[in-house]
């Protein structure tokens, strides 16, 4: 993912909610979100070439969340495919702390990243670069491609509308799907500058990037309730135009 806004422990029917767009090259050959063959409990999109996830949840209600870390004297891909990660966590029972032990151990190994792991009941982040990791407290937060919560337009914009568009007893997930379809571009005056050029981190500014050959390629939404359960939707865009959504609901039983 590229943008990543959720609301943890604030509403009282909805521990977590979680919009975020994902932004690629539009050659990069995907799937988008299903119940994988392979790996029947994980319900997410699917990188591929390197068989890996950007956003998934699983049966079981735990949920992993990848952005790329912005830095172009940074490698372009480490040894190890970050949306490996993704998988790793959605089919494992290790604890979040001791999953997250094993990725400092070879944080070296990945391209720079942010992860948001959720395991049910705690929601953690952890940034390879930096080295850094937080059991996330309750609030409005956001992940883009720097780390937990820094204050790019894009990101502070995502937290804003989310918070007032999840300010209301019933939430549905179609209500959230389109909160993040703003293309606007930001100021100058209050981009970040990443190292890529002016032009590039203006076009990026934008919450639905479009651009040639490079943009958003799908949006996602997911509701969990207090009962257990969770809300699914994915729209996935081609070019940036609309192709077409796809929605799941997961039982508290299953």
């Given amino acids: 993912m590229c943008l990543i806004a959720f609301s943890y422990k604030v509403h009282p029917a909805y521990p977590l909610i979680i919009v975020a767009n994902r932004d690629e090259f539009y050659d990069r050959p ?3 979100a299903h119940f994988w063959e392979d790996e029947s409990d994980i319900l997410a999109g699917r990188d591929l070439r390197q068989q890996g996830s950007w956003m998934g949840l699983s049966k079981s209600g735990r949920f992993a969340a990848i952005t790329n870390y912005r830095d172009p004297r940074l490698p372009e891909t480490g040894q190890l495919s970050r949306g490996e990660i993704v998988r790793l966590f959605l089919t494992s029972t290790e604890s979040t702390d001791s999953f997250i032990q094993s ?3 070879k944080r070296d190994l990945y391209g720079g990243f942010n992860v948001l792991l959720y395991d049910g009941e705690d929601m953690h982040h952890y940034n390879n670069i930096y080295d850094e990791h937080r059991i996330v407290e309750s609030g409005i937060h956001g992940v883009s491609n720097a780390t937990f919560n820094t204050p790019w337009p894009k990101v502070e914009t995502a937290k804003h509308i989310l918070e007032k568009a999840t300010d209301k007893d019933t939430i549905e997930v179609n209500s ?3 909160l993040l379809a703003n293309d606007e571009i930001a ?3 209050v981009l970040p500058n990443t190292g890529v050029g002016i032009h590039l981190e203006r076009s990026l500014s934008a919450q639905f ?3 040639p050959n490079y943009g958003t390629r799908c949006s996602t939404a997911i509701v969990y309730h207090n009962n257990g359960e969770i809300d699914f939707l994915e729209r996935t865009y081609e070019n940036g135009n609309y192709k077409f959504d796809r929605s799941y609901h997961i ?3 299953e």
């Fill in 30 to 32: 995907t799937a988008a």
């Fill in 103 to 105: 990725l400092r151990s």
């Fill in 176 to 178: 959230l799907i389109p």
């Fill in 187 to 189: 100021q100058d005056e």
């Fill in 209 to 211: 990037v479009k651009i």
């Fill in 251 to 253: 039982d508290a039983e």
